[in-house]
């Protein structure tokens, strides 16, 4: 079974994720580093070939510069090769744009199945799989819990408030998984070694036959009007035990209606 999985890079932990409050794009500064989401949907597609004795996993991404850092990790956890789309057009791409581009790659190798994270943890949209499916004319699933392969059929057990449902579809399809639904795999030392070497293909857009206006600022059709930050949060109230905290505890509990 060959798998394409669509995964974002993000600002690393040092450099949190931000939108910069005069252009109203997100401030890339240092590294970037492999979306958590999206490391449980590497997992499950390396499982599935895995258990389907055969396949490759294959990677997207699109990012600015043309950076691997994070693509590196899921190629250490396994992953055979990656394709990076960078160009300067891309700059202020919404939803849409995004998998325009992430389609123009997935129809280049016609995979078994494409896998994302049901949402990024920066831009959070949750919005890019579903118009992936659309583009390329194939069923969505979304939340997924569980994912097997039944011939050319694809089961899969989506997460709902109350517990799950059982969903089958042809194939090919895009599936969404959801976040901490696998145990993820550390890269092994060797396949850290392994991944300096794995293909990572830079491509543009004039390489994927996609023009400029299709996508970034122009093509898109969401716009980020204003960049507030959140209010900070107030102190509390520090309540100094002297044999009544209880009782004023409970006090404020009534003000705020909790009791
Ligand atoms: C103001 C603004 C400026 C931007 N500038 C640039 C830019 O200069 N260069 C650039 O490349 N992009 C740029 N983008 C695009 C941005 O980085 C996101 O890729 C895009 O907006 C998707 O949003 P999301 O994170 O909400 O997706 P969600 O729908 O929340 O993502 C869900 C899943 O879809 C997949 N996915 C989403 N985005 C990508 C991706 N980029 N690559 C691979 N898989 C993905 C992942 O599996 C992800 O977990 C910009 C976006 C905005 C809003």
């Not at 399809?173 to 959801?178: D, E, G, H, K, R």
């Amino acid at each position: 079974v060959n798998v394409v999985v669509c995964v974002k890079q993000v600002p690393g932990p040092d450099a949190p994720a931000r939108l910069d409050a005069g252009t109203h794009r997100p401030a890339r500064e240092g590294e970037v580093v492999l979306d958590d989401a999206d490391s449980y949907s590497v997992e499950v597609a390396l499982r599935l070939v895995e258990e389907a004795g055969g396949g490759e996993v294959a990677l997207v991404s699109m990012v600015p510069d043309g950076a691997v850092t994070g693509v590196r990790t899921a190629l250490a956890m396994g992953a055979d090769r990656a394709v990076v789309v960078s160009d300067p057009a891309l700059a202020g791409s919404d939803g849409l744009g995004t998998a325009k581009v992430l389609a123009a790659v997935v129809r280049r190798s016609l995979p078994d199945l494409v896998l994302a994270a049901t949402e990024s943890t920066d831009g959070y949209t949750g919005t890019v799989p579903v118009q992936l499916a659309a583009l390329l004319g194939w069923p969505a699933v979304s939340f997924a819990k569980a994912v097997a392969l039944a011939g050319d059929r694809l089961r899969v057990q989506r997460q709902t408030d109350d517990g799950s449902l059982e969903v089958e579809c042809p194939l090919p399809a895009v599936v969404t998984v959801t976040a901490g639904v696998v145990e993820v795999r550390y890269p092994s030392f060797k396949g850290i070694m392994s991944a300096r070497t794995k293909p990572v293909e830079q491509l543009d857009l004039a390489a994927l036959g996609l023009s400029p206006e299709e996508v970034g600022e122009t093509g898109a059709r969401q716009q980020v009007l204003s960049v507030r930050a959140g209010e900070a949060r107030a102190a509390g109230e520090v309540v100094v035990d002297d044999g009544v905290a209880h009782e004023q505890i409970v006090a404020a509990l009534r003000t705020w209606k909790i009791l």
